[in-house]
């Protein structure tokens, strides 16, 4: 069987998963663990009179109670970004509140009993004056005159930042013949992993040293986070384990005081401390996402020529920063404005606003969606409105496949791409030409039929550290790995990247098997421990392979060097002679060669070895920084039928083309790209975080009343891929996490307009809103 | 006041005192320290935590520890035999039918009581029937293929 790069292996995650084998945090059980529960706000602002906690310590089992007072030594909850270009407020964010409240969920106490049983008891006996304070909920609130302010500031606003040329943008509007306008909702998610989060802290006093286990895609930067800026904990005290963790989706990206509170805790009472969220406590304080509120307009000539964009943007930043809140509408959206088209000249403002509600943070996609969505609507609106061919308008405007590198009016630079060959396979793949017949044809049975495109691109792979620095982060972007290859020849492979349903210990096993010419049973891949990895910065905006396979070949290619050492050596032979192909180093133009584990074991048995030039060993790391995001681009169509009578929409084909580059494995790519249109059909169709306006109580807090998409709600998909390989990392690839989510909302809503004929529905587009959008439409 | 439950579990009898409250899941996963059946809400909406009781599907969130007094309780741990995979668990492996696997087992052990009432379910069948699975990484498609391929190898 063939388990080389390129090839569909199944995964060898799957056995122990199907087993019910897998070991997911809240599967752990630390001798001696004791449980915590946290009493969290049930109003959206207050100032806190008392927190009084003397029932609650009284109650059977209760091992300790801890307010916000006992936690003033510790640091606050730190953000790891800034956009540049301007200040932004960034008022401090307590473990446990201090004196105030500013979201329902806002922790204000932790209880900690024998079982959770108890200590759920007992956090209900935890008695809590709330100073209820006016709540700001909605943007526009927040914004208004004289609005209460949730910080010590003078308002609400937490950053303005812009990106591109107003001054162009300008000159090219004022040349325009044509504008198209929308004023668009992103509605606020909740990401919704299945795995609710959970944690355990514990101190060892014999080492004086901390272990956190926790649900993160990113063991090392909790590490970090937690370590060097709120509790003080050196790295060599902090060990940070991320166990199989039930899907991510960015809500598992940010730190989290719960983290902080349960290895803060764990020390105190002298027991490993472990928490676990129940759902409604996920839908209070998971980072949501999204929740934008924009403006758009696209200049255009008359034939459809794209002169000019112009953007502004509300972004709802919740009530405190979370870790990346601050670069999700900022850079990881501004500078996807260009899309695919040529469009010259584009200016994006982005207000960042504080509000009564759970922080905002990544949420699969992270600022691209939200691009690609205002993008792909007011092209495909322009389209309508000029009477021209959806298809016929983005190729007029496609940047043109032999103009790579490219450089978009918003800083970045595409590295490459071929966007009609994906547009145009899409559209075959949807039978776009027989359309107008299916649609005649589902007329006759009542309904209404639309079909909408979205093309779209994204930065992946991130990110070049020195670029990442210029723009405001607060880390590093880079992946590092450790290839160690054992005496007989097997492997271990050490990566910083982080599966959470991803399957890394698969693809990155063909890449090892394929360029060390090994079995792929010979290769097992280790992530999710600070103890046993170098370092990392984990799993997030499609960059695992991009970036952490990139490390991993950088660590193979310093293996495969001292393996030809080694074997010019064992070969008498000059180092240069030595080609290493199928797992043999062989002597360039003899039959001399010696296979791949003869050289392992004389690299740990070295007797016949050239020690006084070579260590023994074969065991390398590296650390790998992109020189480049990287731009997978692709096509989703998407084709609906709307019931006039009820305003029900059902999806009847979703046919679509992306291009990720160089494919290691079909299989799990396919897989990622269902997911993710998944996640795009939810937001546009089906899940809306509803906060009410007043109290500020969130009003989605349960699944039952927060629609994730069911079987039933989705079709069977159709894609494919096309591959333009990426120039500037050694696989080639591009990443695939993400394209789905970012594709399909604005496909999804392209089709449903077109179907009922209305210039815009907003999101999530229930049967309610479609039917009122029809009934308006025919009314006019 | 603890109450003493007795069930056959995985095929073989076992006993716990539990409380009142106590649910079948906390029995599974805490006491008896079955973690492969998760929890993944508390509002009956996920299934994460499927197991069958006395050969149906249930969800174990929703079922109290002493109402399984008595039955027979399997597992997602129950399936696999000497290592060897369960046609259906063989299924989802063939088709790509997990990604994190959070929602797997329950997923398994869910299509396993359709498949023993309908031996060959539609698309449409098992889309209707997944209606109390939810799976947010692998937008289902891979597993309709999967129960769709795991009934047929059990039909063979
Ligand atoms: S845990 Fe969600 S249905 Fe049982
Ligand atoms: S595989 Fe992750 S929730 Fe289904």
Same mark, same amino acid.
């Given at each position: ?5 390129g090839a569909?292996?199944?995964?060898k995650?799957?056995?122990?998963f ?13 001798p001696g663990?004791?449980?915590a529960?946290?009493?969290r706000s049930?109003v ?6 008392a927190?009084?906690?003397e ?7 209760v091992?300790a109670?801890?307010?916000?007072d ?7 909850v730190?953000?790891?970004f800034?956009?540049?270009?301007g200040?932004?407020n ?5 473990v ?5 409240v ?12 024998e ?7 007992a ?18 609130a ?9 910080h010590?500031?003078?308002?609400n606003?937490c ?6 040329d107003?001054?162009a943008?300008?000159a090219?509007?004022?040349k325009a ?17 299945i ?10 006093p ?17 590490r970090l ?11 060599h005290?902090?060990?940070?384990v ?12 940010p730190?989290?005081?719960e983290?902080i509170?349960v290895?803060w805790a764990?020390k105190?009472?002298?027991r ?6 129940e759902?409604?406590?996920?839908f ?15 200049a /255009? ?5 794209f ?6 943007t ?39 606003v504080?509000t009564n509600?759970?922080p905002v943070?990544a ?6 969606p ?8 007011v ?6 409105e000029?009477g ?5 308008l983005?190729r007029?405007?496609?940047i043109?496949?032999?103009a790579?590198p ?5 800083i970045?630079?595409y ?7 994906v ?6 793949l949807?039978?776009?030409?027989g359309f107008?017949?299916r ?8 309904r ?7 093309g ?10 020195n ?5 405001g982060?607060?880390?590093?972007l880079?992946?590092a790995?450790q ?8 492997v ?8 959470h ?8 096993a ?7 010419g090994i ?7 280790v992530?999710?421990?600070?103890d ?7 799993t997030y905006?499609s960059r ?8 991993i070949?950088?660590a193979l ?11 010019a050596h064992?070969l008498?032979?000059?180092e ?5 192909e199928?797992?043999?180093f062989?002597v ?12 392992a074991?004389?690299?740990?048995v070295p007797?016949?070895y ?5 260590e ?16 997978p681009?692709?096509c989703?169509?998407c ?7 009820t ?13 990720f580059g160089k494919i ?11 997911g ?13 975080c509803?906060y ?6 969130l009003?989605?807090?349960s ?8 079987a039933d709600?989705?079709p069977?998909?159709h894609i494919e891929?096309t ?12 990443? /695939? ?10 496909a ?19 049967p309610e ?7 308006s439409?025919?009314?006019? | 006041?603890?109450?003493?439950v ?5 095929g073989e ?6 409380e009142?409250r106590?649910?079948l899941?906390q029995?599974?996963r ?9 929890v ?7 299934g994460?935590?499927?197991v069958?009781?006395n ?7 929703t079922?109290?520890?002493?109402q ?22 063989q ?7 997990l990604?994190c ?11 396993l009581d359709?498949v ?9 069948e098992?889309r209707?029937?997944l209606?109390g ?10 597993i ?13």
């Amino acid at each position: 069987m063939d388990t080389g790069i390129g090839a569909a292996v199944t995964r060898k995650e799957d056995f122990r998963f199907l087993t019910g084998q897998g070991n997911y945090t809240d599967d752990i059980a630390r001798p001696g663990q004791a449980h915590a529960v946290f009493v969290r706000s049930v109003v959206a602002h207050a100032n806190l009179r008392a927190v009084n906690t003397e029932a609650a310590s009284a109650m059977p089992g209760v091992v300790a109670v801890f307010t916000g007072d006992d936690l003033q030594g510790v640091g606050g909850v730190p953000c790891g970004f800034a956009p540049d270009g301007g200040p932004m407020n960034e008022p401090p964010r307590p473990v446990l509140a201090q004196g105030k409240v500013r979201f329902v969920g806002d922790m204000v106490a932790m209880v900690i009993a024998e079982t959770a049983e108890q200590a759920r008891d007992a956090a209900e006996a935890v008695d809590v004056d709330y100073d209820e304070l006016p709540a700001v909920v909605s943007m526009e609130a927040a914004q208004a005159e004289g609005a209460p302010t949730i910080h010590d500031l003078d308002d609400n606003s937490c950053f303005s930042w812009g990106i591109g040329d107003a001054e162009a943008t300008d000159a090219a509007f004022a040349k325009a013949d044509h504008v198209t306008t929308l004023e668009l909702v992103n509605n606020r998610k909740c990401p919704n992993a299945i795995e609710p989060r959970a944690a355990i802290g514990e101190y060892d006093p014999a080492h004086d040293s901390y272990t956190l286990y926790t649900t993160s895609q990113n063991p090392h930067v909790i590490r970090l986070l937690m370590g060097a800026f709120v509790l003080g904990i050196p790295e060599h005290k902090l060990r940070v384990v991320s166990p199989d963790v039930g899907g991510g989706f960015g809500s598992k990206i940010p730190h989290y005081p719960e983290e902080i509170a349960v290895t803060w805790a764990g020390k105190q009472v002298g027991r490993p401390v472990k928490w676990t969220a129940e759902r409604t406590e996920s839908f209070l304080s998971d980072t949501h996402g999204r929740d934008h509120i924009t403006r758009v307009e696209l200049a /255009c000539t008359s034939d459809g020529e794209f002169l000019g964009l112009r953007v502004h943007t509300q972004a709802n930043m919740g009530a405190y920063l979370s870790t990346f809140g601050p670069l999700i509408p900022t850079y990881l959206y501004g500078t996807l404005l260009a899309g695919v088209y040529t469009t010259p000249a584009i200016r994006c403002e982005v207000d960042g606003v504080f509000t009564n509600t759970a922080p905002v943070d990544a949420e699969r996609g992270a600022g691209r969606p939200e691009a690609t969505f205002l993008l792909e609507r007011v092209v495909e609106t322009a389209a309508r409105e000029l009477g021209i061919d959806p298809v016929e308008l983005r190729r007029r405007n496609f940047i043109a496949s032999d103009a790579f590198p490219y450089q978009t009016p918003v800083i970045v630079q595409y590295d490459s791409g071929n966007y009609e060959q994906v547009l145009d396979r899409a559209a075959e793949l949807a039978d776009y030409a027989g359309f107008a017949q299916r649609r005649e044809e589902a007329k006759s049975r009542g309904r209404l039929r639309g079909l909408g495109f979205a093309g779209y691109i994204e930065a992946c792979g991130m990110a070049p550290s020195n670029i990442a620095g210029v723009i405001g982060a607060r880390a590093g972007l880079f992946e590092a790995a450790q290839v160690r290859v054992h005496p007989t020849g097997s492997v271990s492979v050490y990566t910083g990247s982080h599966s959470h349903g991803q399957g890394h210990e698969t693809t990155f096993a063909q890449v090892v098997s394929d360029r060390l010419g090994i079995p792929f049973e010979n290769v097992d891949v280790v992530h999710g421990d600070t103890d046993q990895i170098p370092f990392g910065m984990g799993t997030y905006g499609s960059r695992s392979l991009a970036v952490g396979g990139s490390a991993i070949c950088k660590a193979l290619d310093k293996i495969i060097a001292k393996g030809k050492k080694i074997a010019a050596h064992a070969l008498e032979a000059g180092e240069s002679d030595i080609d290493f192909e199928s797992g043999e180093f062989r002597v360039r133009g003899t039959d001399k060669s010696v296979g791949f584990g003869d050289i392992a074991l004389s690299a740990y048995v070295p007797h016949n070895y050239p020690l006084e030039e070579l260590e023994p060993g074969l065991d390398e790391g590296a650390f790998y920084d992109p020189t480049n995001f990287t731009f997978p681009a692709g096509c989703h169509i998407c084709e609906v039928e709307v019931d006039p009578e009820t305003g029900t929409t059902q999806i009847v084909n979703w046919n679509a083309v992306d291009d990720f580059g160089k494919i290691v494995n079909p299989m799990i790519v396919d897989g990622q790209v269902h997911g993710g249109i998944a996640h795009g059909v939810g937001q546009a169709m089906l899940e809306n975080c509803a906060y009410d306006e007043d109290s500020g109580q969130l009003l989605s807090g349960s699944l039952t009343d927060y629609c994730i998409p069911r079987a039933d709600d989705l079709p069977s998909f159709h894609i494919e891929t096309t591959e333009t390989p990426c120039p500037h990392n050694p696989l080639g690839v591009k990443g /695939c996490g993400e394209a789905g989510a970012i594709a399909a909302p604005a496909a999804l809503i392209n089709a449903i307009t077109d179907a009922i004929g209305v210039a815009h529905v907003d999101m999530p587009a229930t049967p309610e809103k479609v039917w009122a959008a029809l009934q308006s439409a025919q009314g006019e | 006041m603890t109450l003493m439950v007795t069930m056959t579990l995985n095929g073989e009898s076992v006993s716990a005192e539990v409380e009142g409250r106590t649910l079948l899941v906390q029995l599974i996963r805490d006491h008896f320290r079955l973690t492969g059946t998760h929890v993944g809400c508390d509002t009956s909406q996920c299934g994460a935590c499927v197991v069958h009781m006395n050969g149906q599907s249930v969800k174990s969130c929703t079922v109290l520890a002493v109402q399984a007094d008595g039955a027979q309780v399997s597992t997602i741990e129950s399936l696999a035999e000497n290592g060897e995979l369960h046609p259906m668990q063989q299924a989802f492996k063939d088709n790509h039918g997990l990604q994190c696997g959070f929602c797997t087992p329950g997923m398994v052990m869910s299509a396993l009581d359709l498949v023993a009432n309908n031996p060959d379910p539609s698309e449409a069948e098992i889309r209707d029937w997944l209606e109390g699975n939810l799976c947010r990484c692998t937008g289902y498609h891979n597993i309709v293929k999967s129960i769709a391929a795991g009934a047929q190898a059990m039909r063979s």
